[in-house]
């Protein structure tokens, strides 16, 4: 029984997030497979007594597949289990499986209603979590109207936690450069995103934008490794196709920068554009104005006005505040001060 005592409240540390790459408890575990189905048994045991941990602990299991396979339906039945007796995590737990699109129970508006329960708990850190998943809910409309500024005062109230969240700051960072409503703050996306990039968890997408498209210097200690790192990661995505998570178009315009801007991968303009329409296609108005001012000028395809106007209405469907000021221009008459506004949307490198 030591055994269970120790791991259960390594479980417990933190909630499941959005990738199993950013959950604290599994970046702890180093438990081999045996060792996992002897400490699952005895979760499941207590568990089955109503320890609210024990069943917390099991529903992760499930969720994750650690000793056991992936089963979804248990990790939600577990999961509320625990929630029902008043436990913060478990109700973040529940939340993440209503959310996962794999699974047969995914609803969005019960995703919402359990990640609000838990940003209401008093235990901080489970909080600082639900609200950054809260708060991509309000960006990307899921179960709610889509709302850019709830979803930056989420991001930095998630930030705000004792120990950081760098999974807030990445996402706060993203909302900032993003191009979504009045956002475009470059300065600021880099302040945040050089937080998330000094964590593991959020190191890797983090800096792929801040190398590509910001001009941050690769360190030489390390470049090696993150010309690997950004090649099989290229690699990894063109077999992959297009991923169905959040944030996954942020990691294709990284992609993208790193390639038009010669940084880790060879420079390659038409691979570029690949990336970079990879990105536009998933609803990222910074992408569909960087496809415009590439078309409109000419760099890397074909010059193609219509296509660039294109995707600055594409961008202001999206609600991009710079997409209508470009296209106000345009429709305007006014080809110089489109032309120098829409170049203009390049960051200066490097940004301080």
Known sequence: MKRFALILPLLALAPLVAARAEDPATNAASANAEDLSETF???LAQAGKGNADAQYAVGYRYFYGEG???DLDAALEW????????LPQAMFAVGKVYENPEGESHDWEAALKWYRKAAESDEERTRSFARNSIGTFYERGHGVERDADEAERLYRK???????NPVADRNLGYLLASGKGRFWNDRDAVRQLKKAARHDETKVASCFLLFGEFGLPVDPRSASAWKRWAEDSE???ESAGARDWDG???HAFGLGALRENGVLLDKDPEKAVVWYRKAAERGLPRAQLRLAEIHWTGKGVEKDEKTALDWIRKAVAEGSDKAKELLALQEGGDIAAFEKALLS???ALPTP
């Open 158 to 164: 998630a930030a705000e936690v004792k120990g950081g």
């Open 235 to 237: 690699k990894n995505e």
């Open 345 to 347: 949307l390049r960051p």
């Open 68 to 70: 056991v396979p992936v």
């Open 79 to 86: 999961s509320l289990k625990a929630a029902d007796q008043g």
């Open 41 to 43: 048994a005895l979760l």
């Open 248 to 250: 996954w178009e942020w």
